[in-house]
């Protein structure tokens, strides 16, 4: 069951994209078209399993004044990887995804699941996260794509749906891709079912410890 959490928690409750709100630049950047999302998703995915893996497996051989380092080194590696089988077996991702493909290196998702996931845990929950926060991203981009498409250009995944569909182009340009994500970020915080705080009180105000007690707070 706990490994279950560890791969599931990353799909909507801590979803890397949609409730951390990481990896902003490729999400706005390349999800012009459903199939530019899903490459994305794919290929980080596939980095944060592996880095997810050899940062676990190593984590008590690298030093400590040298980890961050070291964590961007493995992960270069791997976006190496997947640069080289991109650019042999799929050229056209390839050209698609641009300079953001070298980018996964830093992408505030892998670092972030390295410091604070795999540098502390076993291996099987290190690779479950990996893959649990990856298809959360893969899904992110994959949903805000395919509206961006539909909406913009009238077609999902290079195919034409309907001629009688008048595109909105404003949906494939920044401002629509903002606009999608708020709708899809409000839908997942409805699914969530979170809600804005009716009142703040003392247990939420910075200078609680100060006033305890005296009921300041409250005025």
């Known amino acids: ?7 599931s928690k990353g799909l909507i409750k801590e979803n890397p994209t949609l409730v951390g709100l990481l990896g902003m630049c490729p999400t706005l950047a390349i999800t012009t078209q459903a199939s530019n999302g899903l490459g994305m998703g794919l290929a980080t995915t596939f980095v944060l399993i592996c880095s997810n893996l050899m940062i676990s497996l190593l ?4 030093p400590k004044a040298v ?3 070291c964590y961007i080194v493995i992960i270069a590696g791997f976006v190496t990887l997947v640069e080289f089988l991109l650019h042999g077996y799929l050229p056209g991702l390839y050209d698609a995804l641009g300079t953001f493909l070298s980018l996964i ?12 996931f795999a540098s502390k845990n076993k291996v099987l929950p290190s690779v479950l996260d990996g893959l649990g926060m990856g298809l959360g991203f893969t899904l992110s981009l994959f ?4 509206f961006r498409e539909i909406l913009g250009a009238g077609k999902w995944m290079g195919i034409t749906l309907s001629e009688e569909i008048q595109p909105m182009t404003i949906f ?4 629509g891709g903002f606009f999608v994500l708020g709708c ?4 997942v915080n409805k699914l969530k079912g979170q809600k ?16 305890a007690g005296k009921g300041e707070c409250e005025k």
Request: glycine share 8%.
């Open 105 to 116: 290196t830093v992408n505030c998702i892998i670092l972030g699941r390295a410091e604070m």
């Open 184 to 187: 899809i970020i409000a839908a």
């Open 143 to 146: 949903t805000m794509g395919s």
């Open 59 to 62: 984590k008590n051989v690298i």
């Open 172 to 175: 494939i340009m920044p401002a």
């Open 196 to 211: 804005p705080p009716e009142k703040i009180g003392c247990s939420g105000c910075p200078n609680a410890s100060i006033c």
């Open 1 to 7: 069951m706990s490994n279950f959490k560890e791969f």
């Open 67 to 69: 980890k961050l380092p």
